[in-house]
């Protein structure tokens, strides 16, 4: 849910390192142009962006299409959304403590009508309606991040969890989006953060400390089931433990590895007795003795889930470098983004009934284009 202003509230001084939700003040109401004047006086250096003007004639030629002809004055239909409310009092301001930025947007309706207005009618007004009721959980937020802002970006849902215990490094940056300025960052709140500054309507929940056997049922429950589960973690025992919960709820689980463009789709929503990993691995296996496994013993399991027979020449090579000339399995920013694309897309149709199916697909330009 968004956060509304309140007087107690230090976001309105300082951000911590795990603050990601930005403030709402909408100012036609008393007390929020109060605390909105004390967040004025208050914070330093506060940067200000009020473009609520071009929003609402961008507005304005989407509402009132088929009565505008080239060259005509828009000011008397922007009247006429603004009715009694003065220019600065209309919409919503955003505050962003981590950024110091106070956002003029136009208020949760008008701004995700205008904002997905150019998906029309690749996604129908109705699916639109039907796709905002929707949560997805992303478990993994190094490769999960392209995932996570490309599902807000097109918003395939209304409300997203991001679990990650793991902080942003300078070894990262070759494939997450993130500057300089953010190592040290855990990295679900950074994917939040950027999710705010994107959509600062879509309802999203951080589990700072990954998934762990505590907040399992959270990670799924907490505010409504999440209706899919997207796997990008590192960890085996959470792979296999959050798979198991999913078949447990009836939650379909989507995995992309950035390797080949394999994609992995597990449908426990339609098939509640469906082997995990599609029964490639004994789920007898103690989760708590797979913690902490050193890579060579996760190489050996990986290798039954992912089928090392069909991956690719050059992971084959780097598979076999490990712990002698590098430390960690390789991944690639165009790997990476391709994976964003293609569990959006995937998550989108199955949201939308349109992808009824389990099973494991690959898109490999090594294929596709030699």
Same mark, same amino acid.
């Given at each position: 849910m968004e956060k509304n202003?309140?007087? /107690?509230?230090?976001?309105? #001084? @300082?951000?911590?390192? &795990?603050? !990601?939700?930005? #403030?709402?003040?909408?100012? !036609?109401?008393?007390?929020?142009?109060?605390?909105?004047? $004390?967040? @004025?006086?208050?914070?330093?250096?506060?940067?200000? !962006?009020?473009? %609520?003007?071009?929003?609402?004639?961008? =507005?304005?030629? %989407?509402? =009132?299409?088929? $009565? #505008? $002809?080239? &060259?005509?004055?828009?000011?008397?239909?922007? /009247? &006429?959304? #603004? &009715? /009694?409310?003065?220019?600065e009092e209309y919409g919503v301001w955003v505050y962003y403590p981590w950024s110091k930025r106070l956002v003029h947007l136009l208020d949760e309706e008008e701004f995700v009508a205008l904002r997905t207005s150019r998906n029309t009618y690749k996604i129908t007004p109705e699916e639109r309606e039907l796709l905002r009721s929707k949560k997805i959980g992303v478990i993994g937020l190094s490769v999960g991040q392209s995932i996570a802002i490309t599902l807000a970006m097109e918003r395939v849902c209304g409300a997203l969890h991001l679990a990650d215990f793991d902080k942003i490094e300078l070894s990262n940056m070759n494939r997450l989006n993130v500057g300089v300025q953010d190592i040290g960052l855990n990295k679900a709140v950074l994917a939040a953060r950027k999710i705010a500054e994107l959509d600062p309507f879509l309802d999203v929940l951080c589990f700072e400390e990954g998934i762990t056997a505590q907040n399992l049922d959270a990670f799924f429950l907490e505010n409504g089931k999440i209706d899919i589960l997207v796997e990008e973690c590192d960890g085996i025992d959470v792979k296999i433990s959050s798979r198991l919960k999913a078949r447990e709820l009836g939650v379909p689980v989507v995995m992309d590895t950035n390797d080949r463009g394999m994609l992995d789709i597990e449908r426990f929503d339609l098939e509640p007795g469906r082997a995990i990993f599609h029964g490639s691995i004994d789920e007898g296996m103690n989760t708590e003795k797979l913690k902490g496994l050193t890579n060579e013993e996760k190489i050996v399991i990986l290798g039954k889930i992912f089928d090392l027979s069909k991956i690719s020449g050059r992971m084959k090579h780097s598979l076999g470098e490990m712990n002698k000339t590098i430390n960690a399995w390789p991944q690639l920013a165009s790997s990476v983004v391709l994976g964003g694309a293609m569990v959006t897309d995937t998550c989108r149709r199955i949201l939308l009934s349109e992808i009824h199916r389990s099973g494991r697909y690959y898109i490999d330009f090594n294929d596709l284009i030699n």
């Open positions: 202003a309140t007087a /107690n509230d230090s976001a309105l #001084l @300082q951000a911590s390192d &795990g603050v !990601y939700k930005p #403030l709402f003040f909408r100012i !036609y109401k008393e007390e929020d142009r109060q605390l909105f004047l $004390k967040l @004025q006086e208050t914070v330093k250096d506060l940067v200000i !962006y009020d473009q %609520i003007l071009s929003q609402l004639h961008e =507005y304005v030629k %989407i509402c =009132y299409l088929t $009565k #505008l $002809k080239p &060259g005509d004055d828009l000011q008397p239909f922007v /009247n &006429g959304l #603004l &009715g /009694n409310r003065t220019q």
